[in-house]
Antibody
Framework: QVHLVDSGGGVIQSGGSLRLSCVAS????????LHWVRQAPGKGLQWVAF????????FYADSMKGRFTISRDDSKNTLYLQMNSLIPDDTAVYYC?????????????WGQGTLVAVSS | DIQMTQSPSSLSASVGDRVTLACRAS??????LNWYQQKPGKAPSLLIY???HLQSGVPSRFSGSGSGTDFTLTITNLQTEDFAIYYC??????????FGQGTRLEI
């Protein structure tokens, strides 16, 4: 059974840094691409970043590029999101999501989310 | 960037009803369209992928259709547990996959 557990969120001052983690189990972690998606309070879903299997290729939403870094440790079945220069607009629940590749790639499993609150 | 627009923003319905939710893409995305359900305080869950393929374990009262720019999610015989927010997502520009703003389905 696939399981993703997000952690690392908290309250942080504007300009600060935070590292989120997502520990996975129940599937061949190294074989799958993984995403981070966030959701501001009362708002919709926003794609954040993606890392391909193997960890070489990474992609970011424009508003996060240069501030956020996605990485993975396949030996620990863990996905990371390093967030620097945080601003209040980064306040959101952050979810990791496993990509299922098909004719339409989708997010077939999600973590429970971890809340990041950036204070000004 | 491909913009996804869902309509309506909210919808009231009753148990047993049949409802249709719409999603429009700003350009042709073929059948690169997924649907998710999100309940309060929970992560989203995948319902439909590739416009019309039912994800394993999802009840058959959910169905999706469409191609190009216009897509629909239909729920027949609404159940209490179906009242949630529904999001469409385009995967044409994967891995950058944008979501619609959501449709809230209320009793």
């Amino acid at each position: 059974q696939v399981h993703l557990v997000d952690s690392g969120g908290g309250v942080i001052q504007s300009g600060g840094s935070l590292r989120l983690s997502c520990v996975a189990s129940g599937f061949s972690f190294r074989s799958y691409g993984l995403h981070w998606v966030r959701q501001a309070p009362g708002k919709g879903l926003q794609w954040v970043a993606f890392i391909r299997s193997g960890g070489i290729d990474t992609f970011y939403a424009d508003s996060m590029k240069g501030r956020f870094t996605i990485s993975r440790d396949d030996s620990k079945n863990t996905l990371y999101l390093q967030m620097n220069s945080l601003i209040p607009d980064d306040t959101a629940v952050y979810y990791c999501a496993k990509e299922e590749y098909s004719e339409s790639p989708s997010f077939d499993h999600w973590g429970q989310g971890t809340l990041v609150a950036v204070s000004s | 960037d491909i913009q996804m627009t869902q309509s309506p923003s909210s919808l009231s319905a009753s148990v047993g009803d049949r409802v249709t939710l719409a999603c429009r893409a700003s350009q042709n995305i073929h059948t690169s369209l997924n649907w998710y359900q999100q309940k309060p305080g929970k992560a989203p869950s995948l319902l439909i992928y590739a416009a019309s393929h039912l994800q394993s374990g999802v009840p058959s009262r959910f169905s999706g259709s469409g191609s190009g720019t216009d897509f629909t999610l239909t729920i027949t015989n609404l159940q209490t547990e179906d009242f949630a927010i529904y999001y469409c997502q385009q995967s044409q520009t994967a891995p950058r996959m944008t979501f619609g703003q959501g449709t809230r389905l209320e009793i």
